[in-house]
């Protein structure tokens, strides 16, 4: 079982580092224009999603994970949000140019062939369309060893320190690129990922019983242990 099939069959609303409150967080201190038209790239099972639409934002928001955006859609209707949920690809949106305000990833990016998919954020934001990133990165450079099993066990195409992000944004033609929070691995990034409970979590049937995914999910939390010192997380913002 890879790590995105893991995800999907534990319906975890907010995997990325920080869980939700990282999100809620970055609601507060950079707080998002009335009116913005929102594209949230990896949804997911649609929680920070619903969560914006519940602030009165109109939201699109896509997963190339068939799973994921059926129990995004549940949780929509479960809480009676207005949410257009799409199954599609990050490296070939199927939006026209210039049609978002903002877009919102949180730990997607870094899962996907960036030399494709920055540039397809750039496509369809507009002029002055502002892209929030949150990702997972090398916080220093790792042993090939090392980095080749988490790159396999995450299906991560590469992973880069951060100012291999900020070349790789201002490549794509953002004008502007900063890092609004940069966090090592540690407890408290642990302590936070496990805070808000997520009252719309959708489970599926029989994960008690299925060896795979739980010994899938005991190789993940190794993993970042023994990798620690070498991992952090950064909020990117970029201009258009």
Known sequence: MNYIHMLSRLGMGSAHPGGFEATLRMLKNYPIEP??????VGCGTGRTACHLSEMGYQVTAIDLNENMIKKARTRAEAMKMDVQFLQADVCELPFEDNQFDLIMAESVTVFTDTSRSLPEYYRVLDQGGVLLDREL???KPMPEPKLKELLEFF???N????EEWAQSLLACGFKQEEILEYNHFNEQLKEEQTRHLDTFE???KGLLFDVTLWE???KHDRMILDNTDYLASALF???K
Do not use: C, K, W
């Open 35 to 40: 009116n913005s038209r929102i594209l949230e």
């Open 159 to 162: 992973l880069m320190l951060r």
């Open 137 to 139: 990165l090398l916080n």
């Open 155 to 157: 299906g991560i195409p």
């Open 216 to 218: 899938t999910l005991f």
């Open 237 to 239: 913002r970029a201009v």
């Open 202 to 204: 959708q489970r599926d």
